[in-house]
């Protein structure tokens, strides 16, 4: 007798080309691949568990409710790119059907479904500032790697999506114990005016130090100081006193100008682990500590 022809395979659907950030990308579905097993004569086995990984079973849908994720590297698993240094993207599911992500300059939010570990990522939102690379080229890797997400696995404190180029792999994020407000030097990292983010200038640095009442600190060429009070919510610094010395290089006496005017309208301020932000009306203030 004639062996029964086997059924032809289910078609694989084609990549998509890549789209600017915004632009949402329909989610390639992986199509699976059913496994004959072998069963042995005369030998009991066991019946599979519908939900055990191999089995062929519904894979169950992880609950990601309230959760966050620190990015530890992206792209093709063979080359991992990590994050660059102290930008620390986060991916958050906050509220059901909903993500968000920090990039390190940006932040990304937008709907997704989860069916079993199926992933389709919906339209993606972002802000707009413009950052300083390779912050902007990471940025761009996340979004897109988003966009064109087809698959999400937990195993624990890892999470995992795959997409057509490689995948973003994530450990469970770990609130950091916030430094103290008062007594560290804050070393300045980023100034941001407007929509527009910047690193400080190469060979120069920014201090700031608070005691209870006081604050101080260098602004690149010139020392300063001003009483300041308040709580994270309403912060009040009076009129900031500095000396006088002009700078030698015009773009840092420009930094400089610009930071203390930021320091001054700054309404309030927030701490993330070794990290200081202090915002106001004009932008905003982003600091670092050691350990």
């Not at 059913?34 to 009991?44: E, G, H, I, Q, R």
């Not at 992880?62 to 080359?79: E, I």
């Not at 910047?198 to 602004?219: C, M, V």
């Amino acid at each position: 007798m004639e062996p029964e022809a086997h059924p032809p395979g289910l078609p694989v659907g084609n990549h998509r080309a890549r789209r600017d950030v915004i632009v949402p990308m329909r989610t390639l579905l992986l199509s699976l691949t059913v496994l004959s097993l072998a069963l042995a004569a005369c030998t009991p086995i066991d019946p599979p568990d519908p939900g055990a990984p191999g089995q062929g079973g519904p894979a169950e849908t992880p609950d990601l409710t309230d959760s966050r994720w620190d990015l530890v590297q992206y792209g093709d698993p063979a080359a991992p790119q990590t994050p660059v240094a102290d930008s620390r993207p986060i991916l958050s599911f906050e509220q059901p059907g909903q993500l968000g992500h920090t990039t390190g300059c940006n932040g990304l939010g937008g709907e997704y479904t989860l069916d079993g570990t199926t992933l389709t990522v919906g339209n993606l939102m972002a802000t707009m500032m413009a950052c300083e690379e390779p912050l902007m080229t990471q940025e761009f890797a996340i979004s897109q790697a988003l966009q064109s997400a087809t698959t999400l696995t937990q195993n624990g404190d890892t999470l995992v999506i795959s997409y057509p180029e490689g995948e973003l792999r994530y450990t469970r994020f770990v609130e950091p114990e916030p430094a103290s407000l008062v007594g560290p030097e804050w070393q300045l990292d980023t100034l941001i005016t407007g929509d527009a983010a910047q690193s400080l200038i190469a060979g120069s640095a920014i201090t700031l130090t608070l005691t209870d009442t006081e604050l101080s600190g260098n602004a690149g060429c010139n020392s300063y100081h001003a009483s300041w009070s308040g709580s994270p919510e309403a912060l009040a610094i009076a009129p900031i006193g500095s000396t006088k010395m002009a700078c030698a290089d015009p773009a840092v006496t420009e930094q400089e100008a610009n930071y203390v005017a930021l320091l001054q309208t700054a309404t309030s301020y927030a701490i993330e682990g070794n990290r200081l932000t202090l915002t106001g009306p004009e932008g905003a203030l982003m600091f670092v500590t050691g350990p």
